[in-house]
């Protein structure tokens, strides 16, 4: 596809795709078109959404600590929190407040605080399209942990950065954002415009390869900002994913890392157990759920985060480690 897409590319794309005999009206294809503009947009994703994100971490972490606080501190605090872990350290959990605070306060639904702390649905692996679509359609955001490479932040900070734009009147998405996200559950809207896939390029331009800069394929937003580019375009938000990515290093099983997650959410009276998971190597950490975890508990664990999931609960945990069910406490 050239780059940047025009409207008439994504035409072309969407024809191509079979978006609107999928379910999509003309309506939500004008809105999929917008959003697409502006995730594809670098200069409008790095340089405004991305870096008002970064800003927007700093600017709670002085409100916690003081105004004179500057990004080389803060950087310094988020190093020495991810070595020993505090719960009240001042510089934790600054991405995801920033983001539920932007989502509590557009329409979109959250689950009550726990000890101050804000919590979403936990998707603990791949869900199926039903599933998935039922947060959407509920009006929940969810950490992701699908894969590695996709990352557990990037819906969110997708739709952080178009309401980044929308204030700096870049795109035109009048309305509640929290209703604007609940109309992607129509047929291929949410698959092509924020889990766009090398199929979807392939369809419309004969090329499987989308480009390092289409925020609309996870796997590219979350790439880069790992990336030493990202560290000096929005150095917080870098260091927050690339510390994220450091801190389970000798982990390269995916699956455990969705296992020990989902557990700790199953059984929090075994989750001070598990403290300490993400400096074990694959063979230590598997060993260790098999320690805490007795069997008929291990059982219930491979019923929650499985491969293929054969049913819409499969994967899905609400924040106090139950099943999530569409609809439910918000």
């Not at 972490?61 to 605090?77: P, S």
């Not at 109309?183 to 415009?193: E, K, N, V």
């Not at 390869?209 to 790992?226: M, Q, S, V, W």
């Not at 390269?252 to 157990?273: E, G, H, I, S």
Request: aromatic share 8%; proline share 5%.
């Amino acid at each position: 596809m050239p780059w940047p897409p025009t409207a008439s590319d994504l035409q072309n794309e969407y024809v191509k795709n079979g978006v609107k005999d999928s379910g999509v009206n003309d309506d939500l294809l004008l809105k999929m078109k917008e959003i697409a503009l502006a995730l594809t947009n670098k200069g409008f994703m790095i340089k405004i959404a991305l870096r008002a994100l970064n800003d927007s971490m700093l600017k709670l972490y002085r409100d916690r600590v003081g105004n004179t606080v500057k990004t080389e501190d803060l950087k310094k605090a988020m190093n020495k929190a991810r070595a020993d872990r505090p719960e009240n350290d001042p510089s934790r959990h600054l991405l995801t407040e920033v983001l539920t605070d932007f989502e509590s306060k557009n329409g979109f639904k959250t689950f009550a605080s726990v000890n101050g702390h804000p919590r979403i649905v936990q998707m603990t692996g791949l869900v199926s399209g039903p599933g998935f679509l039922s947060t959407v359609g509920a009006g929940h955001m969810a950490k992701d942990y699908v894969t590695l490479a996709h990352g557990v932040y990037t819906h969110r900070i997708q739709w952080y950065c178009l309401h980044c734009l929308r204030e700096n009147t870049k795109i035109n998405l009048p309305g509640d954002f929290g209703k604007l996200y609940q109309d992607f559950t129509s047929g291929m809207a949410w698959l092509i415009t924020f889990d766009r896939l090398p199929e979807h390029e392939k369809k419309a331009t004969d090329s499987g390869n989308i480009d390092t800069f289409d925020f609309r394929t996870p796997e590219k937003l979350h790439g880069y900002l790992k990336t030493t580019d990202a560290s000096a375009d929005v150095p917080l938000l870098a260091a927050y994913m690339q510390d994220k990515a450091e801190a389970i290093k000798n982990i390269t099983n995916w699956v455990l890392v969705k296992r020990v997650t989902a557990a700790r959410k199953m059984f929090p009276a075994k989750a001070p157990m598990l403290e300490g998971w993400k400096k074990l190597s694959n063979v230590e950490l598997e060993k260790k759920l098999k320690e805490v975890l007795s069997q008929e508990e291990l059982q219930q664990l491979a019923e929650v985060v499985v491969m293929k999931p054969a049913n819409d609960k499969a994967n899905l945990l609400t924040p106090d480690g139950k099943a999530y069910k569409a609809g439910g406490p918000a």
